[in-house]
């Protein structure tokens, strides 16, 4: 009998003869994905049913979705393009003041640097970097250089570039001791990682699903606490932010109550497509248990750790350590560039990243493409050693 992760699987086409390990970039589509969003076409296509009510049931359903996969409520969710609609959600919509202080990692990934650039130069906020040691987020830096003015710390749920996670816990009690926002970027590990946000006292948490959550470009959600919500001062406001319940015959009501919910802030957000595709990838996520997806992700890695382990060209550059590592790893060699190329020539996907090959594992990869990353590794590894030997001739 074929195991739940055999069975997805055999949900993504493209095993069939490349071996995929970039889902840290974007991540590949079920053939489910597709069905369900030609299904939808051939729909409008016809124009025999308007799936407007279909829409808003999807846009429950994923909230539900995403709120289960995070430990949060339906109503903390909001739908969005990306993370960084919820990353500039919290820039602008937070109720800051010129000269409060934001901190951010000095390894940080671009888009929460420049949602909080780009909220600086309009409300004259201050943006500090927080100093990192061996390229991982240090909490003992962060410690140094709060002061009275800092307001909000953002921070990635997992690093982009190596894998490493950041103590959340930790850092979540240092903002309730400086009465500080929490906010997170969860693009790189929600869906491969398990996260909860309530239990963590996380402020607002924003994530693009086209990574881990298997899902079309211009998919996410963030999520909004309690606590910060009725703070927030949305900087988009559509007609969709009010609750019409599907009743479009009698539009000149201009004074309807906005939603006491995430919803509000979703900017009228209703890629039917998009959302489809979401949630046919949610489902796989779900049926297989983020949990587990974790387990099965981290012993892939491990069998590729062993081997790395008994070489002396290669250099792991992870950690490894339980509690800090993910999904992603990372480890590099003499002439790395070289080695990227050599990997896609043989149909092996990975990225090059700061230096470093960054391998992401998810829940569609198998011991057999470690197995063929192994396989090309020792290769590479003998021929580039035959080479400078010659060269020394």
């Known amino acids: 009998m074929k195991d739940k992760f ?92 010129a000269g409060d202080e934001i901190m951010v990692s000095d390894v940080e990934f671009p888009a929460a640097v420049y949602a909080w650039r780009g909220a600086s130069e309009t ?10 040691t061996d390229n991982k987020f240090d909490l003992s830096e962060l410690e140094k ?103 479009h015959t009698d539009l000149f009501k201009y ?28 489902d796989i996520i779900a049926d297989l248990g983020v949990e587990n997806i974790q387990k099965h992700n981290h012993a892939l890695i491990d069998r590729l750790v062993s081997y790395l382990k008994e070489t002396e060209f290669y250099k792991i550059k992870s950690s490894l350590v339980e509690n800090e590592r993910s999904s992603i790893f990372t480890f590099t060699c003499d002439n790395h560039d070289s080695l990227f190329k050599y990997l896609l020539e043989n149909r092996v996907k990975a990225a090059n990243r700061e230096g470093s090959i960054r391998i992401a594992v998810h829940l569609f990869n198998n011991e057999n493409d470690i197995d063929k990353l192994i396989e090309v590794l020792t290769v590479y590894d003998k021929n580039y050693k035959s080479k400078a030997a010659a060269g020394s001739n």
């Not at 069905?35 to 049913?49: C, G, M, P, S, T």
């Not at 999807?58 to 739908?79: C, M, N, V, W």
């Not at 919910?261 to 489809?276: P, V």
Request: contains cysteine.
């Open 6 to 97: 055999q069975s997805a699987r055999e949900m993504f086409p493209h095993t069939d003869g490349i071996v995929f390990f970039n889902t840290a970039a974007y991540g590949p589509l079920p053939e489910k994905t597709k069905r369900a969003i030609v299904e939808n076409i051939d729909l409008r296509l016809a124009v025999q049913k308007e799936d407007i009510r279909q829409m808003y049931a999807l846009k429950d359903t994923l909230r539900q979705d995403f709120a289960s996969l995070i430990g949060a409520e339906a109503r903390q969710i909001g739908l969005s393009m990306n993370t960084s609609m919820g990353l500039d959600l919290a820039a602008y919509g937070l109720p800051l003041k």
């Open 123 to 132: 409300k004259k906020l201050k943006v500090t970097f927080v100093k990192s």
């Open 145 to 247: 250089v709060i002061s009275e003015k800092t307001k909000v710390i953002i921070v990635s749920f997992v690093q982009f570039f190596n894998g490493y996670k950041p103590n959340l816990a930790a850092i979540s009690e240092l903002c309730k001791k400086h009465d500080i926002y929490f906010v997170v970027d969860g693009i790189q590990g929600v869906g491969a990682e398990p996260i909860n946000v309530k239990e963590l006292g996380i402020d607002i948490l924003a994530c693009g699903c086209q990574k881990w959550l298997l899902s079309p470009y211009g998919s996410g959600f963030f999520y909004i606490s309690d606590s910060v919500k009725d703070k927030l001062i949305p900087q988009s406001i559509t007609w969709y932010a009010a609750d019409w319940q599907l009743n």
């Open 255 to 282: 004074d309807l109550p906005y939603f006491d919910t995430a919803e509000k802030f979703e900017a009228g957000y209703y890629a039917t497509l998009n959302m489809l595709g979401m949630k046919a990838a949610i």
